[in-house]
């Protein structure tokens, strides 16, 4: 009782109440799941739990880049791509559901082939990457992804395939256009949201010559019709957005100069401020970050240099300043060029009964799934945890 007495206290002083919590629209953590409008209960138990989601038993000897939705059912859906290695001919799209019940991921399939992708969309595909899953709020489930025609990821094109059974089985694949010219160099990675005025929000990024990220805002038919490019002096990929509760979106970017940066829009991403750098270590790779009753949380890299260090970080002011207060992976490398402990591009999702859904590459031979609450979370950042 006495350990329930002080949690609680501990929570009333974010503004937490943990006995009873109403579901956040999507805005509030980026869109990744469908709000109830309901009330619901949420444990005051802590618990923190790890899996992996793809099978050893599955030949897929590279994996990477996961992604994952709530469909309107309540069902946790995950993605990832996989294949000999990354950007070779063989790499396919992969899902897996998530039983709750028996704690297990089931219903193992191929998604999306380059074969199938060129016989949807009527173009040749030579490769696909970086699938991102977003729940509509009309049920359905979008998929978009990347496809390379010719030479690398520098010269991608989007791809979107859609789902009418909750993130079983897609179709109708098409290609997004995202510039005139010759529609080539543009990229995902990160979670789509809803903005306020009922469209779609897609960060994106550019890579070919310069690197900078966009924000892509699209129709309910998945048209683009509107892209506004976040400024930045310094090389800035794969935005992960997220929304305050005033409205505020904010955006934070990989970079090659050593840390994370951050942007900021006042009205819902038609203009931003300059990103700037924030004090938290990146070594060129992909950050998540979602909204909590305590503020933000940031899953990042936590080394300059390497991807063998997989932390999580809080913020408390909009994520101006950070605190580390957890570490889910720390394997070194033996040295600078040993990639082999890799863990990397994580993603966030929340249920509707306030878990928290955490996915990343490990390793590069599975696809890591780690389950925590906002319980476990006051928790770690009191030093419990």
């Known amino acids: 009782m006495l350990k329930i007495g002080l949690l609680l206290a501990i929570a009333a002083i974010y503004g937490l109440n943990l006995l009873t919590m109403r579901v956040a629209p999507p805005d509030d953590d980026g869109g990744s799941e469908r709000p109830s409008g309901k009330t619901v209960a949420v444990s005051t138990e802590a618990f923190f739990h790890e899996q992996f989601v793809n099978p050893a038993s ?159 805002t699209l129709d309910s038919a998945g048209n683009v019709i509107d892209k506004r490019r976040l400024p930045a002096e310094l090389p800035a990929l794969q935005p992960a957005m997220v929304s305050l509760p005033g409205g505020t979106l904010l955006a934070f970017m990989r970079s090659d100069g050593g840390k994370i940066l951050r942007s900021s829009s006042e009205n819902q991403g038609a203009s931003w401020s300059p990103a700037v750098q924030v004090d938290v270590p990146n070594p060129d790779s992909a950050v998540a970050v979602v909204a909590t009753p305590t503020g933000l949380l940031l899953a990042f890299n936590n080394d300059p240099k390497d991807r063998d260090v997989l932390s999580l970080a809080h913020s408390h002011d909009g994520g101006n300043s950070w605190r580390e207060f957890h570490v889910l992976e720390n394997q070194p490398n033996l040295h600078e060029h040993d990639h082999s402990n890799e863990f990397s591009y994580p993603w966030f999702v929340k249920d509707p009964n306030g878990s928290y859904h955490l996915f990343y590459t490990w390793q590069r031979t599975s696809i890591k799934h780690v389950r925590f609450n906002d319980v476990w979370l006051v928790e770690a950042l009191r030093g419990d945890g």
Not at 111 to 119: E, F, L, Q, R, T
Not at 154 to 161: D, K, P
Not at 170 to 180: A, E, M, Y
């Open 58 to 216: 599955e030949v897929v000897p590279r994996v990477h880049a996961p992604t994952a939705i709530i469909n309107a059912e309540g069902e946790l859906h995950g993605y990832w791509y996989g294949g000999a290695s990354e950007g070779a001919t063989d790499v396919a799209i992969y899902g897996a559901r998530f039983d709750p019940e028996a704690n297990v991921w089931r219903d193992h399939r191929q998604i999306i082939s380059p074969a199938s992708a060129s016989d949807q969309t009527r173009y040749w595909v030579r490769k696909v990457g970086n699938p991102v899953a977003f729940a509509h709020p009309d049920g359905r489930v979008w998929l978009f992804y990347i496809n390379v025609t010719i030479g690398g990821w520098a010269l991608s094109a989007i791809n979107l395939a859609t789902s009418t059974d909750g993130g079983r089985s897609f179709s109708g694949d098409k290609r997004l256009v995202t510039s005139p010219f010759f529609n080539r160099s543009t990229l995902v990675k990160t979670p789509a949201f809803e903005l306020a005025n009922g469209f779609i929000g897609l960060p994106v990024h550019h890579q070919m010559m310069a690197k900078h990220a966009e924000l892509l």
